[in-house]
Antibody, heavy 119, light 110 residues
Framework: QLQLQESGPGLVKPSETLSLTCTVS??????????WGWIRQSPGKGLEWIGS???????YYSPSLKSRVSISIDTTNSQFSLRLSSLTAADTSVYYC???????????WGRGTLVSVSS | QSALTQPPSASGSPGQSVTISCTGT?????????VSWYQQHPGNAPKLLIY???KRPSGVPDRFSGSKSGNTASLTVSGLQAEDEADYYC??????????FGGGTKLTVL
């Protein structure tokens, strides 16, 4: 059974760059049916799509975050990664990695990891 | 692009039906049949309930149903049960490879 697990720092400083990794286990990250995405949720708030990457490496980003985001994929190690730069307190969120189909619905989610931005 | 518009709260008694709306624009909800709904219990990751407007993944009870008319999608929960108390989010594909979520609706089972 395919599972996703986020990993990365729980605390980062303002102006720094956040790096998170999602490890895919129990299935193939190169399945052509799926994209691999990142979604975040600020404390007590709603969901926000950050971006998604295909196994080929092509990526799509939310227009509101595009200038600060990069998502990459490592098919050898079944991982995909998020980099978010120029962090502020507003980036404090639970970050989820998830899988989505071509028709843009997320059918499998990681458990999420809380990232706090504070000095 | 702005978030899709959902009512902040909804409620119903056990056994009743509740409908949650999700309003967008021609660039998202009205333009594509790629509306999804998610259920999120406190402290948990979201769970897919409905995809492509009306389809249910395997394992989701048929008490949950989706529909769409123009720029507004809807999720109906029939035969409300205590475990349905949760936050519900809609999402839609939008122009130019973008995905937008709604602000979320807190469903209370009275």
């Amino acid at each position: 059974q395919l599972q996703l697990q986020e990993s990365g720092p729980g605390l980062v400083k303002p102006s720094e760059t956040l790096s998170l990794t999602c490890t895919v286990s129990g299935g193939s990250i190169t399945n052509s049916r799926y994209y691999w995405g990142w979604i975040r949720q600020s404390p007590g708030k709603g969901l926000e799509w950050i971006g998604s990457v295909y196994y080929s490496g092509s990526a799509y980003y939310s227009p509101s975050l595009k200038s600060r985001v990069s998502i990459s994929i490592d098919t050898t190690n079944s991982q995909f990664s998020l980099r978010l730069s120029s962090l502020t307190a507003a980036d404090t969120s639970v970050y989820y990695c998830a899988r989505h189909e071509w028709h843009w619905y997320f059918d499998l989610w990681g458990r999420g990891t809380l990232v706090s931005v504070s000095s | 692009q702005s978030a899709l518009t959902q009512p902040p709260s909804a409620s119903g008694s056990p056994g009743q039906s509740v409908t949650i709306s999700c309003t967008g624009t021609r660039s998202d909800v009205d333009g594509y049949n790629y509306v999804s709904w998610y259920q999120q219990h406190p402290g948990n990751a979201p769970k897919l309930l409905i995809y492509e407007v009306i389809k249910r993944p395997s394992g989701v009870p048929d008490r949950f149903s989706g529909s769409k008319s123009g720029n507004t999608a809807s999720l109906t929960v029939s035969g409300l049960q205590a475990e349905d108390e949760a936050d519900y989010y809609c999402s839609s594909y939008a122009d130019s490879n973008n995905l937008i979520f709604g602000g979320g609706t807190k469903l209370t089972v009275l």
